[in-house]
């Protein structure tokens, strides 16, 4: 559906209600629609399996701080995805700074510094882990943050060159699909995680 509303925009018909109401609804560079709220989706089943492994550990006695950190920061992760937090605050400081690029590449380099601070934090964490866990969550975040700043600044720098072009629709194509199936093997890599640790999970509802 994503190709079809590049093909309907590249040729798009301004008369024609219908070809606009596909371009919103499943363009990847869209906001606030089916794609993004796919992600969030994802967002929050890997927050629910991560808030499953931290219980479990904690009522087991082991280590769960590790889990219980990683479940707040996709919990945050989540919320941002919903509701557009990044993407709102890099537009008002351009368009409070006038500024078309620095802010954004701030931005970049700030996301960036908090992956490598949080990954040196997590360094005896990740030594504890399993040794296919690892580097199935390594792989997928990997895949994910190969979409969300590699392809993001490549599509950025595209956009300020040439704006919507056939180009810079794919690359954006191509990171939104990288963060996608990163998420798919996060969740896939803890789906693994439980069964093999969890032969049986209960949830009980009280009032």
Known sequence: MNTLSIFLAINHNENRALEAFIIRLFDFNQEANIPSFFTSIQFLIATI????????????GKKYMGWLGMTLVFSLLMLDEAVSIHEFLIGYLREKNNS?????????????????????????????????LLFSMLLSAGIFLMGAIVFETLGENTFDANGQSFGYRLIYTVEETLEMLGLAVFINTLNWYISIKMQKISIVLTV
């Open 100 to 132: 078309s690029d620095f802010f954004y590449y701030v931005s970049v380099i700030v996301f960036g510094l908090v992956i490598l601070g949080t990954t040196l934090i997590y360094i005896p964490f990740f030594n504890h882990l399993n040794r296919k």
């Open 49 to 60: 399996l991560l808030l499953i492994i931290t219980v479990y550990k904690k009522m087991s």
